[in-house]
T-cell receptor
Framework: GAVVSQHPSWVICKSGTSVKIECRSLDFQATTMFWYRQFPKQSLMLMATSNEGSKATYEQGVEKDKFLINHASLTLSTLTVTSAHPEDSSFYIC????????????FGPGTRLLVL | KNEVEQSPQNLTAQEGEFITINCSYSVGISALHWLQQHPGGGIVSLFMLSSGKKKHGRLIATINIQEKHSSLHITASHPRDSAVYICAPLGTYKYIFGTGTRLKVLA
């Protein structure tokens, strides 16, 4: 089946630094990738949708200047948390879609971010 | 009221028991996804369905679009089934995720 990887799997950083998270589709080309955030014991919340070669579409309430998304190729999307603060500590999950629609999504293993 | 309600929120079962997790939603949908999230956080897609019933191994998922309800059944449950099960209806253009049902199967 389709495999999506994320790197790193966990990261601890100091407040004010920037953190980059990579999402890769290993055995298929993903026209669309999705970034989610999950706080403890809460449901996944969609942050943004990124299509290869175009600007990401952010959900309401998600700061696009703080969460920079780049989808430069059909197999790689990156999420950069700029000037991270403790309230950004969360579990970040990406998913990838083959056809470009939301229906068939393959989820990555997630990245746990802790900002001190 | 949440757009997606799952019940129960927590469930402890003995190995071998038949388990049912329910999901009700209030929005119109085109499909519904059942996901499994393990303690480490990784998510696995179990089913995507838009009508009727699907079966995969010991797992069965059903959906009734008119009643806006879906169920996930696990037959002959096993400790390795312990995880959080998440119902995710596909709304107009995005998924709406339930908070999940935390299942623990005891040996």
């Amino acid at each position: 089946g389709a495999v999506v990887s994320q790197h790193p799997s966990w990261v601890i950083c100091k407040s004010g630094t920037s953190v980059k998270i990579e999402c890769r589709s290993l055995d298929f080309q993903a026209t669309t990738m999705f970034w989610y955030r999950q706080f403890p014991k809460q449901s996944l919340m969609l942050m943004a949708t990124s299509n290869e070669g175009s600007k990401a579409t952010y959900e309401q309430g998600v700061e696009k200047d703080k969460f920079l998304i780049n989808h430069a190729s059909l197999t790689l999307s990156t999420l950069t948390v700029t000037s991270a603060h403790p309230e950004d500590s969360s579990f970040y999950i990406c998913s990838a879609s083959v056809e470009g629609g939301q229906e068939t999504q393959y989820f990555g293993p997630g990245t746990r971010l802790l900002v001190l | 009221k949440n757009e997606v309600e799952q019940s129960p929120q927590n469930l402890t079962a003995q190995e071998g028991e038949f388990i049912t997790i329910n999901c009700s939603y209030s929005v119109g949908i085109s499909a519904l996804h059942w996901l499994q999230q393990h303690p480490g956080g990784g998510i696995v897609s179990l089913f995507m369905l838009s009508s009727g019933k699907k079966k995969h191994g010991r797992l069965i998922a059903t959906i009734n679009i008119q009643e806006k309800h879906s169920s996930l059944h696990i037959t002959a449950s096993h400790p390795r089934d312990s995880a959080v099960y998440i119902c995710a209806p596909l709304g107009t253009y995005k998924y709406i995720f339930g908070t999940g049902t935390r299942l623990k199967v005891l040996a």
